[in-house]
């Protein structure tokens, strides 16, 4: 089984900067994605950013610049840095980790709340 256990959500002025971890534990194979995406009220979730287990790495368009994503193959850990913060990404974060098996398989944390003050 694995568990993903988020933190480093919270408020922030816009133009602020918030930094959010995720750490895996369980049964994770080495090959794997990890990654955020995010969810505003009344919207569809969708990826903000993801990296694998080699380094590759891949963000939205509207985060590109801004974002920084990373991880702790080690401590099965990733982390996103969130600079220049606008009210737009005002969403519940949630973690994500993809097994890359056949058939591939998903795992999310339970999500923390980003909130951009304008």
């Known amino acids: 089984q694995v568990q993903l256990v988020e933190s480093g959500g919270g408020l922030v002025q816009s133009g602020g900067s918030l930094r959010l971890s995720c750490a895996a534990s369980?049964?994770?194979?080495?090959?794997?994605?990890m990654g955020w995406y995010r969810q505003a009220p009344e919207k569809q979730r969708e990826l903000v950013a993801a990296?694998?287990?080699?380094?590759?790495?891949n963000y939205a368009d509207s985060v590109k610049g801004r974002f920084t994503i990373s991880r702790d193959n080690a401590k099965n850990t990733v982390y996103l840095q969130m600079n220049m913060l606008k009210p737009e990404d005002t969403a519940v974060y949630y973690c994500?980790?993809?097994?890359?098996?056949?058939?591939?398989?998903?795992?999310w944390g339970q999500g923390t709340q980003v909130t951009v003050s304008s």
């Open positions: 369980g049964s994770i194979f080495r090959r794997n994605s």
């Open positions: 990296i694998t287990s080699d380094g590759s790495t």
């Open positions: 994500n980790l993809r097994l890359i098996t056949i058939p591939y398989r998903d795992y």
